[in-house]
């Protein structure tokens, strides 16, 4: 089996991603109070554009749904342990994932925050044409399947887990 055509971020084009997401936020008039990471592959983008922002609020949501290249669970899931909404309402909220590839992990993160009352906005590394969900923030589109700096090496032997992204 080929493999499937790969766009690979560097640890230099992230820091300038990180830096376009964030101008883009700012430069919309959005001021976030919390950023939400979207775990896992939002948690390195997530914490650096809450930085770039300088906003100190900021939470995980743990969502499984890819399983492997192209593989995917029948829908996404929220994983525990669950992040603390009660503070949400009336707040504004950045949810920052690597990639709104189907869109569907980045859907069911808006809908829960929005019945939590939060005016939620999202902001994405990258956009697959394909998405359900289109972002309010992204730095590029591809179609291509995307290797991230802090996912190119599987886990280290003996670490446990199954090493999907």
Do not use: N, S
């Given at each position: 089996m080929t493999s499937p055509p790969?766009?690979?971020l560097t640890w230099s084009d992230f820091a300038t991603a990180v830096r376009r997401l964030a101008e883009q936020v700012v430069a919309d008039g959005f001021r976030p109070d919390?950023?939400?990471?979207v775990a896992r592959g939002g948690l390195v983008p997530g914490g650096a554009v809450a930085y770039a922002l300088g906003?100190?609020?900021v939470g995980t949501m743990n969502v499984e749904f890819y399983?492997?290249?192209g593989r995917t669970l029948d829908d996404?899931?929220?994983l525990p342990p669950l992040m603390d909404t009660s503070e949400l309402p009336g707040s504004r909220v950045l949810v920052v994932d690597d990639v709104a590839d189907s869109g569907r992990t980045l859907e069911l993160v808006m809908r829960?925050?929005?019945?939590q009352g939060a005016d939620a906005r999202a902001a994405v590394l990258y956009?697959?044409?394909r998405s359900v969900y289109r972002p309010e923030y992204s730095w590029r589109e591809t179609d291509?399947?995307?290797t991230f700096p802090w996912s190119a090496e599987p886990p280290v032997d003996g670490a446990g887990g199954d090493g999907a992204a």
């Open positions: 790969r766009e690979v919390v950023v939400v990471a906003t100190k609020g399983t492997d290249i996404p899931r929220v829960m925050l929005a019945e956009t697959k044409p291509r399947w995307i």
